[in-house]
């Protein structure tokens, strides 16, 4: 192999003259320039040398894909040899038409099912206690397990994996679990996440959905983990999240830090109540927001995954090497999408996604152009799904594993994330972990800061935003996507089935079933979550569920700090 030509030796320069000459010349040119640094305060140099990254020249300086710390990946392949899941967020008005659209998508290349619920399940209700124009505006309106079935019709969820946008107490899976059972179904051989199952970053910033007590949702996902364990051992129960806290206004690196404590803190709920670090830690994921900081995005991933692999070994006690591989689902950030100009988010979502992808993902999810708007359309949701296609077939970034690694200015930058992201976990440690850092409002504080300094650098200029503080046109509203909403008279036919379905059932089964769940909740050692997945085949809804262990364990209040 030919030795690269050095030129500032054959010009006859040697590389630290050539260094200062460059560098004379460039202050020379821009004398009074304006310092840069990144969104979690990193300054940036205009140009990146051998001298910015000090394993430059060592044997093996990143290791391989696969092996720890796992900085280029956590699989030999990686996308070479299996392609990122591809997973569009989905939901629409009925059962019936969020089946529609998905069988629709997975025609279109979608490759596995992620279910987004209407806001009022979200939030615990039933369609019966909500304003009926409200209902599937922006989810799928799914209160028992009739409604799980009809939405999945078609689907084999023994072959596709599932993604259940479901908060604790998880309803969602138990309806999607008892649906299986009726068709036959094995739960051994069903794969998926409970995508939101982390309820210290809803406690943090998802407030409209936060169901239970603090401590009542820690207990709840601790049975939520162990029942997976032994019923449902191939699904994910546990989704370590990061998108919230950086959609309210963490930094990147923030967003890292905080995720990491959340998963430290919940492994460490689990080897407290008797489970073996390697018996858990290889079904835990994580989710994470990627913004348009592309470098740092990069940075933050590949920081991040080597951090938990060391966390995972050397701090959590893990020899299983499945236990220290970083699992992430990336989706890229709806608080970078604007109204104005929407189709700009296209170009937007796009340079999301390479991020997400050269940071080595294992699932994405794009967010469609009009999704600034209201519920993505089918027409967005298709460019969507295009746009990973495109990524993948025809611009050929699987082609290389970890194609930006070596660059001096992405390894420079991964090893300043590093120690930022670690001197942040420090800082929770010192607070007690993440529990207590979160229940003082430690962690909420330093978000709202970080959101506000940001929000600054818009209102002043300092960052633009194509079409909301620059570049700036005069737009046609009615030229803009059109918003798409559940046709009323299907929704009310959906409230009367549901009203029906409600009125046949025995009282007497009812009754049993929801006092089941006070005793399991009253009984520190029965499993909450199992009782949940007896209250959906017993027929309860997702409001009688969650406001019985509403009233049991608390009614979710989350602190606000200003």
């Known amino acids: 192999m030919n030795k690269p030509l050095d030129h500032s030796v054959a010009e006859g320069l040697d590389p630290t003259s050539a260094h200062t000459a460059w560098e004379a010349e460039y202050r020379e040119s821009l004398p009074t320039e304006r310092p840069i640094e990144n969104v979690s305060g990193i300054p940036i140099q205009p140009l990146y040398t051998p001298h ?6 060592a044997d093996d300086p990143l290791g391989y894909p696969g092996q720890p710390d796992y900085t280029r990946g956590i699989y030999a392949t990686m996308h070479r040899g299996r392609t990122w899941t591809q997973r569009q967020l989905v939901g629409l008005g009925t059962p019936a038409d969020y089946n529609a659209r998905l069988l629709g998508l ?46 999945l019709q078609g689907v084999d969820v023994g072959e596709v994996s599932c993604a259940m946008n479901d908060p604790s ?13 009726r068709q036959g179904t094995d739960w051994k051989c069903i794969t998926g996440t409970s995508n939101q199952s982390d309820y210290l970053s809803h406690f943090v910033a998802n407030h409209m959905f936060y169901r239970l007590s603090l401590a009542g949702s820690r207990r709840v ?25 950086q959609q309210a206004g963490a930094t990147p690196a923030e967003a890292m830090a905080f995720t990491l404590c959340t ?41 991040g995954r080597r951090i938990w692999s060391r966390i995972a070994r050397e701090r959590l006690g893990a020899k299983d090497p499945r236990s220290a ?67 993948r077939e025809e611009a050929h970034l699987t082609d290389v594993i970890d194609p930006l690694g070596g660059s001096f200015y992405v390894e420079a930058l991964t090893d300043q994330m590093e120690e930022k992201i670690l001197s ?28 506000q300094r940001f929000q600054r650098r ?92 509403r009233r049991d364990l608390g009614f979710g209040q989350p602190l606000i700090v200003v």
Request: hydrophobic share 45%; net charge negative.
């Open 458 to 549: 818009i209102e002043s200029g300092e960052q633009v935003v194509v079409g909301v503080n620059a570049y700036q046109v005069d737009e046609d509203a009615s030229a803009r996507p059109f918003i798409e909403r559940p046709e009323p008279a299907v929704m009310q036919r959906h409230q009367d089935d549901f009203a029906a379905w409600k009125a046949a059932r025995s009282t007497a089964e009812v009754d049993k079933a929801l006092d089941h769940l006070s005793r399991t909740a009253d009984d520190p050692k029965g499993n909450l979550f199992g009782a949940v997945v007896d209250g959906a085949r017993a027929g309860l809804t997702h409001e009688e569920i969650c406001a019985r262990l």
């Open 169 to 181: 107490p998880f309803t969602l899976l138990a309806f999607m679990l008892i649906a299986a059972e």
């Open 263 to 303: 998963a430290i803190q919940n492994a460490e709920d689990c080897i407290a109540r008797g489970m073996a670090p390697d018996d858990f830690l290889p079904r835990f994921t994580f989710f994470f927001d990627i913004s348009l900081n592309f470098f740092e995005e990069v940075a933050k991933f590949r920081a």
């Open 325 to 391: 591989r970083f699992k992430f689902h990336g989706q890229t950030s709806g608080v970078d999408l604007t109204r104005q100009q929407p189709l700009n988010n296209i170009a937007r979502v796009t340079v999301q996604a390479m991020a997400g992808i050269f940071g080595g993902l294992q699932s994405l999810h794009t967010d469609a152009f009009d999704e600034a708007l209201a519920t993505p359309s089918e027409f967005g949701a298709r460019i969507a799904v295009a746009t990973q296609n495109i990524l």
């Open 221 to 245: 996902l601790l049975d939520h983990i162990a029942w997976c364990k032994q019923h449902v051992p191939r699904w994910n129960p546990m989704s370590v999240v990061g998108q919230h806290m």
């Open 106 to 151: 997975i025609d279109h290349g979608a490759t596995a099912v992620s279910l987004i619920p209407c806001n009022s399940v979200y939030r615990g209700y039933d369609m019966s206690s909500v304003d009926a124009e409200l209902l599937g505006t922006c989810g799928v309106v799914i209160n028992n397990t009739e409604h799980m079935q009809r939405s």
């Open 52 to 57: 910015d990254w000090p394993q430059y020249g």
């Open 424 to 451: 942040l976990i420090a800082l929770v440690d010192e607070a007690g972990g993440m529990f207590k850092a979160v229940e003082s409002g430690l962690v909420q504080r330093m978000i709202g800061a970080s959101a």
